[in-house]
């Protein structure tokens, strides 16, 4: 009996030593990061390190340590820190983001294509691998390379604003304004009020312009008829056929120039033809999104948030005055109801001509 308790007693001192230790441990972890949230690196590699003494085998400790070493600016000790977790069993999609920064600025951009390669194959769905490597092949020149690993991450997840973001910025230098258009203003819903924003904003309307001045644009339409007819097929061209059968037919609203008031007409009519056409063979959220906005009577706002800052900033402040509620309105249903793009509707047929490089 007194054997029994002393050994009961003995496992309990144990475990609340294990717990204590843990809860040390994490407590450290707390600090660290709050170190690293305020640039103070060197406090959060002292405090992590002593975290690690207690639990050497944590995962989370580990990686957060290298990529502190990584934000200090000390790459060879990031390095070392990082490598070592690639291959154990706990390895996520952020440690490999790390080690691929810490390649790239180390210059070791072979090694870090390796390294995302295998990655991609680990994780096949995570759209921040796709963004980063698109990145690096940019960096090598390899435009069809970087695309295609940034439509590949569209595809695979296409909640992930990034690749969105890069493939706009991609388009905008090729002759194919549609997917401008088309990713550049899924983007801005995304990710609604930054720098990149802004970026994006411009291209989307001079995007509209080319594909409005260059009629040629809309030459390889398919009939009306055949094209009601048309089947989704993932992949095909089918879908940017039936864009431009739509959007063309717009063209004669465009004849003053194009403008935040052209567009919402033109993008109104669009919306109708597109419904009455093509959304059963081709749905595609960001078309569902903007058919909400109009029957919900704000598609003029809409459109003046898309548009309007880069036309004509004043003439988007004065609107903005003059319509302050339904403007308020508008951004309030926009945070409420976001756009989020939904799996399988990749139409894009990977077709790429450069006609600028831009970079």
Request: with cysteine.
């Amino acid at each position: 009996m007194r054997s029994s308790l002393l050994k009961a007693v003995f496992v309990a001192g144990v475990l609340f030593s294990q717990v204590a230790v843990a809860q040390d441990a994490n407590e450290l972890y707390k600090t660290a990061t709050n170190f690293m949230r305020n640039g103070d690196y060197s406090n959060a590699v002292l405090v992590l390190n002593q975290a690690l003494q207690l639990d050497p085998d944590n995962f989370e400790y580990r990686k957060q340590l290298g990529f502190t070493f990584y934000l200090k600016g000390d790459l060879i000790k990031a390095k070392s820190v990082i490598e070592p977790l690639l291959s154990r069993k706990e390895a996520d999609v952020q440690v490999f983001q790390i080690a691929g920064n810490i390649y790239q600025g180390r210059d070791e951009s072979k090694t870090a294509q390796r390294m995302y390669e295998k990655a991609i194959r680990k994780f096949p769905n995570s759209g921040e691998l796709y963004n980063d490597n698109g990145t690096l092949l940019m960096n090598f020149k390899m435009y069809d390379g970087a695309l295609r690993s940034w439509l590949k991450g569209i595809e695979q997840d296409p909640t992930f604003p990034g690749n969105y973001y890069n493939a706009t910025k991609t388009y905008y230098y090729s002759n194919n304004p549609l997917w401008c258009v088309l990713y550049g203003e899924t983007f801005m819903n995304m990710e609604s009020f930054t720098t990149r924003t802004a970026e994006i904003r411009n291209i989307v309307l001079e995007s509209y312009k080319k594909l409005f001045n260059d009629p040629s644009l809309f030459d390889s339409m398919v009939p009306e008829e055949e094209g009601k007819k048309s089947k989704k097929s993932r992949g095909d061209n089918g879908f940017s056929q039936a864009f431009k059968q739509c959007m063309g037919k717009q063209l004669s609203v465009i004849t003053g120039g194009v403008d935040p008031d052209a567009l919402i007409m033109a993008r109104t009519r669009f919306l109708l033809d597109w419904f009455n056409s093509y959304s059963g063979n081709y749905p595609y959220a960001l078309f569902d999104f903007q058919q909400k906005m109009l029957q919900q009577g704000m598609f003029e706002s809409y459109n003046q948030w898309l548009f309007g800052p880069a036309a004509n900033q004043a003439g988007y402040k004065a609107w903005v005055t003059l319509h302050k509620q339904e403007y308020d309105d508008f951004l309030k249903y926009q945070r409420n109801h976001p756009l989020k793009p939904r799996p399988d509707e990749y139409y894009n047929d990977g077709r790429f001509t450069l006609i600028n490089a831009g970079y």
